[in-house]
């Protein structure tokens, strides 16, 4: 792997990281779209001004704009970027144009089209996971002490080597990896376990280490752990429909630990300088880069779940907030008026903009010699 000066492998990485999977989150609305018969007038890599682009002969403008913070695919009778209806561009089509408008499609095709951009990440990332594990296994080990760490946890609770872990604040554990995700994200925190020991099971309250975990480029990590090592460790090989298994319950694991992160984070147990925006994003994707391809591309597949799960939170002008409306639409047998999408698309629109200014901010300041 070539290696550059941070900055510009920073930008390459940054680069590599979001073009793709912008593209196939586009790509997944787009394509959903055409099969379902709705007209796309715009498909934008980026946001503001064009820097290049061309027409197809369906009359779609294909474009590639100066922000390169996202996309979208504005669809006919669409009022801007954020698919809001616009009443006149309806009202001057034919009947046959209108056929092709997306806000005159039943509720369920414009559900499976909001839909289909956070399904492709989501896809995206299953694939390399599953590719990860065709590749070098499965780490198979049972949740049986083996080993105590220093000042471990467990031990002080009064765990005994031997013991065998069979669920964790009411989640039931199957492998010793299973463990991490159920702690990982609980720092200083208490836990309940069920422990297996001499055929009978019991309860056990256990505080959590605060361990800071920091890698090789000086990121810190604050993760909850017992301080536990198993008994045994193997990696078993897995065929082609293991792996996607596997792929689906990694990238629900994943889901998962971020919306641990998000409720710890609004309720306030997590710092708000754990947010992370494109700046900070960029950093890792060049560090990742700088470890090699496979390390890049497990990355890429982490951030792709990342923008599945922040385009399904409900919040216009994201797809999940586009999905929150449909819900409604079908609950009421009738669409929220005008009015109230425009005021809860402005609003939206300004919570997503103060937060993208806040996360830029905090992410340039984490990288500022100052106060550190």
């Known amino acids: 792997m070539f290696q550059f000066p941070p900055l510009i492998q920073s930008i390459i990485g940054f680069l590599l990281l979001i073009g793709p999977l912008v593209v196939l989150h586009e790509l997944g609305h787009y394509l959903v779209a055409r099969w379902l018969g709705v007209k796309s007038d715009v498909f934008s890599i980026g946001f503001g001004k064009e820097l290049w682009g061309w027409t197809d002969k369906r009359g779609t403008r294909w474009r590639l704009a100066a922000i390169p913070l996202g996309g979208y695919v504005q669809f006919a009778g669409d009022g801007n ?22 806000a005159t499609q039943p509720l369920w095709k414009r559900a499976l089209i909001v839909a289909a951009g956070p399904v492709a990440n989501i896809l995206v990332a ?38 065998r872990i069979v669920a964790i604040d009411g989640a039931k554990i199957e492998e010793f990896p299973d463990i991490a995700e159920r702690v990982a994200p609980y720092p200083g925190q208490e836990v309940t376990l069920v422990i297996r020991r001499d055929g009978q099971e019991f309860e056990r ?31 078993i090989e897995v065929g082609p429909v293991k792996a996607v298994a596997l792929a689906f319950e990694e990238s629900w694991g994943i889901v998962r630990t971020l919306t641990v992160g998000l409720k710890q984070i609004i309720t306030g147990e997590r710092s708000l300088d754990e947010l992370g925006g494109p700046v900070k994003t960029a950093k890792f994707s060049g560090e990742q880069l700088s470890l090699g391809w496979l390390s890049f591309v497990s990355f890429i597949g982490f951030i792709s779940i990342n923008l599945a799960f922040i385009n399904l939170l409900p919040i216009p ?56």
């Open 81 to 102: 970027a954020v698919s809001q209806t616009d009443e006149d561009k309806i009202g001057a089509m034919s009947a046959e144009e209108r056929s092709h408008a997306f």
């Open 126 to 163: 299953v694939v390399i996971f599953a590719a990860f594990f065709m590749a070098f296994g499965k780490i198979a080990a049972p949740p049986v002490i083996g080993e105590f760490g220093e000042n471990a946890a467990a031990q002080a609770a009064g765990l005994k080597l031997g013991d």
């Open 205 to 235: 309250k256990v505080r959590l280490q605060d361990f800071v975990k920091r890698d090789k480029f000086g990121n810190e990590t604050h993760i909850g752990l017992l301080g536990i090592r198993p008994t045994t460790i193997e990696v």
């Open 317 to 372: 002008t994201l797809d999940g907030g586009h999905l929150a409306f449909y819900a409604a639409e079908a609950v009421r047998r009738r669409p929220v008026d005008a009015k109230g999408q425009e005021w809860a698309f402005r609003t939206g629109l300004a919570f997503v903009l103060a937060l993208m200014l806040f996360v830029t901010i905090n992410d340039i300041a984490s990288l500022l010699p100052i106060g550190k």
